[in-house]
């Protein structure tokens, strides 16, 4: 930060903060943290105080948690309780036996009353430096614990691979629960560019979006798969060119669709480079990654079409991978997460070290590797998928709706709707339910215990599931057999099953 003092490190609506200011903050918050302040919560909004935050909680050597302040209130308190949180910053999060620190004023700086800081202590390579969740067959998240060297490496990497310059604007969009804005923000303030937060890239306007572009000279965008879609058609629909300033375009979260990859190609979009990355929470942000168009594109001998299928890339300096004889890739190296936070046994089955000590992780991805090296996703070797871009178990779903008393048995599995990825349940009421009305208690129920993106797109009140001939459900089979019902009572178009999941 002290290498560009008076540089824009954040700009939010127009407001600029510099590296000199935001290193006061981060100092200032860090001693009100004192020294090893355990795992740190913190509410995630779209602010300047969320990225001090982050980098103060670092900074005092704590473990970064963020909660989305949208989440139901009983979510909150089980993820606070599942990794141990003893010190809350701001009030939003303050409960029973949790410390809150409060922020320092990011408009004027810190008080003139604050005691001097001392230089932040060295933290050492293991020690935590988030927890985020991912979703768990048991129905309660994981907590996935990632050291600072894994920070270290992949950030590293991701300023190469970016080509990122202190001249370079990006955008923060991603949302600040999830690991994908560390992309945004880490490699960003890191390399002394300038970090933009604006609401309107959040309004569901795309011509507000595109003004936001222009107005802040965005160089650089980290967008989920599925926005991007809906972008290239917007572009494509209205004749419209993306903003001259734009010259790096990231997608990731799902699998890139190649009728969107043809229509970019059409675009007047030559001059940016489109790069298509993979990564999981447990490898630490991006950890494979391949230019699909633009200037450091191979070429192809094709237009993209329809069954293509769409690489995602190779791996990145830091990252070791295997395939297994199954065809499942595997992740080693500096980047590996330690593990699953008081989970020892989710740990073993995804975790584990080879005869020279490197730490590998089972993806569940099955991949395919082309003579160039270039690796491409094949589908799941579990039932998991992507929804909005986020890593979901449809266990997790299916133990939350067992719990409502009215329900005798359920799947949940993921499904295309109206183009876009989405959870659909098939339930069995209990002989004395109210068949009529439980698919609008269940969400209701839902929405009280769950973040939206566990929340099923269409509930259908089934009369039976499909069963394996071992007596599980089988949730594929059930789809396909209520699918069609589904739809009559839903949206009025049918669902699609797509491969289990997406990179």
């Not at 954040?10 to 903050?25: C, F, N, P, S, W």
């Not at 604007?169 to 923000?185: G, K, M, P, Y």
């Not at 001998?301 to 990252?319: E, Q």
Request: charged fraction near 20%.
């Amino acid at each position: 930060m002290r290498r560009y003092p008076e540089r824009p490190a954040i700009v939010h609506h127009g407001d600029a903060l510099t590296y000199r200011q935001l290193d006061e903050l981060v100092r200032t918050l860090a001693h009100r943290l004192g020294t090893e302040p355990g795992v740190v919560a913190v509410p995630a909004t779209h602010t300047p105080d969320t990225v001090v935050a982050l980098l103060g909680v670092l900074a005092a050597g704590g473990a970064y948690c963020p909660v989305d302040p949208a989440f139901p209130p009983q979510r909150q308190r089980d993820m606070l309780a599942s990794v141990g949180c003893r010190t809350a910053v701001g009030g939003g999060l303050a409960q029973p036996g949790v410390r809150v620190v409060e922020l320092p004023g990011t408009t004027t700086g810190p008080e003139q009353n604050e005691p001097e800081q001392n230089e932040p202590g060295q933290a050492e390579p293991e020690q935590p430096a988030y927890l985020l969740f991912t979703s768990g067959s048991t129905g309660q998240p994981k907590p996935v614990v990632t050291p600072r060297r894994a920070i270290s490496a992949a950030v590293g990497s991701l300023r190469t691979l970016f080509g990122l310059t202190a001249e370079d604007r990006v955008l923060q969009f991603a949302s600040l629960n999830w690991d994908t804005c560390f992309e945004e923000i880490l490699p960003t303030l890191t390399g002394g560019a300038t970090l933009v937060l604006d609401r309107d890239a959040h309004s569901g306007s795309f011509p507000r979006f595109l003004r936001l572009v222009e107005r802040e000279r965005i160089g650089v965008l980290d967008l989920p798969t599925a926005f991007w879609h809906e972008l290239v058609l917007h572009l494509a629909e209205e004749r419209l060119a993306l903003p001259e300033c734009v010259r790096l375009l990231v997608i990731g979260g799902e699998a890139a669709n190649p009728a969107r990859l043809a229509d970019w190609a059409a675009l007047d979009t030559g001059r940016v480079r489109l790069l298509n990355t993979y990564g999981s929470t447990e490898t630490t942000l991006i950890t494979h990654a391949v230019d699909l168009h633009g200037p450091l594109a191979a070429s192809r001998d094709r237009p993209w079409a329809a069954g293509d299928r769409v690489p995602i890339g190779r791996a990145l300096p830091h990252v070791y991978e295997r395939i297994s004889e199954q065809g499942e890739l595997l992740i080693g190296g500096p980047a590996v997460a330690l593990g699953y936070l008081g989970l020892p046994e989710a740990t073993s089955d995804r975790f584990g070290e080879d005869a020279e000590g490197v730490r590998w992780y089972r993806t569940g991805d099955r991949v395919s590797r082309a003579p160039d090296g270039v690796l491409t996703h094949q589908g799941r070797l579990d039932g998991e998928f992507k929804v909005r871009g986020i890593r979901v178990d449809p266990a997790e779903v299916e133990a939350h709706l067992a719990g409502h008393p009215e329900v005798h048995a359920v799947a949940v599995t993921g499904a295309t709707l109206t183009g876009r990825s989405a959870l659909v349940a098939y339930v069995v009421p209990r002989a004395a339910a109210a068949a009529g009305t439980l698919g609008a208690e269940l969400r209701t129920y839902l929405r009280d215990r769950v973040p939206g993106h566990l929340v099923p797109s269409r509930i259908t009140v089934v009369p039976e599931l499909v069963l394996t001939a071992s007596g599980k459900v089988d949730r594929a089979g059930s789809h396909r057999l209520h699918s069609a019902r589904g739809a009559g009572e839903g949206s009025g178009t049918a669902a699609q099953l797509p491969e289990p999941a997406r990179h």
